[in-house]
């Protein structure tokens, strides 16, 4: 138990579905981020959530819309992705002005 | 243009020598580094990490360097063992006045043969 959960862990969807991320911690952190993580590459920083409030949105098409109603739920919104969308998708969380992130298992998305 | 680099995808080491993963950064404002390791279908778990103000921070096998004038450090393991075969990225962060961000690297898959 990471103390970071992502559901679901496998996703495969069309180019033209709507479907949703989740990932909830239990580790009373404030932060929470979704990180991008193709083959052969860096993790990639998406968003990053503070106290709720979004203060990275680092260049991400809006086919992706995050969503964070409290300091412990955070969601990817997707829809009419590409096939290079696919990748893991890795959600971590940290306490505020710390500098380690806990991971969670990420989300293997596949776009048909 | 890539911020944090690890050069080499892959390193293969025998079981009980030595491990050493690199790590180069472009960044002069980088202030706090870390190693994560990950496994297949799970995702990074932190390592060990080391503070601009060190050069050499310990925790078991595992030793990181930090050499700020090369803006590169290093991640030594030693003994290696079979379990320590995983990918491992290195990551930096400053304070960027908000909530930290980690830039990581792409990765080095290290394998350790029995």
């Known amino acids: 138990e990471t103390g970071v959960t992502q559901t679901p862990r496998h996703l495969v969807m069309g180019m033209t579905n709507k479907k949703s991320l989740k990932c909830e911690q239990h580790?009373?952190?404030?932060?929470m981020y979704w990180y991008k993580q193709s083959a052969k590459k860096p993790l990639e920083l998406m968003f990053v959530?503070?106290?709720?409030?979004?203060?990275e949105n680092n260049s991400v098409p809006s086919r992706f819309s995050p969503e964070c109603p409290n300091s412990s739920h955070l969601f990817l919104h997707l829809h009419t992705l590409q096939p290079e969308d696919s990748a893991l998708y890795l959600c971590?969380?940290?306490?505020?002005?710390?500098?380690?992130?806990?991971f969670g298992s990420g989300t293997r998305l596949t776009v048909v | 243009d890539q911020q944090v680099k690890q050069n080499s995808p892959s390193l293969s080491v025998q079981e009980g020598r030595i491990s050493i993963l690199n790590c180069d950064y472009t960044?002069?404002?980088?202030?706090?580094f870390l190693w994560y390791k990950k496994y297949p279908a799970e995702g990074p778990t932190f390592l060990i990490s080391i503070s601009s103000i060190k050069d050499k921070n310990e925790d078991g096998r595992f030793t990181v360097f930090l050499n700020k004038s090369a803006k590169h450090l290093s991640l030594h393991i030693v003994p290696s063992q079979p379990g320590d075969s995983a990918v491992y990225f290195c990551a930096a962060s400053f304070d960027s006045g908000s909530a930290r961000q980690l830039t990581f690297g792409s990765g080095t898959q290290l394998t350790v043969l029995p």
């Open positions: 580790l009373g952190h404030n932060a």
């Open positions: 971590a969380s940290s306490p505020d002005s710390n500098y380690g992130y806990t």
């Open positions: 959530y503070n106290f709720k409030e979004q203060t």
């Open positions: 960044n002069s404002m980088f202030d706090y």
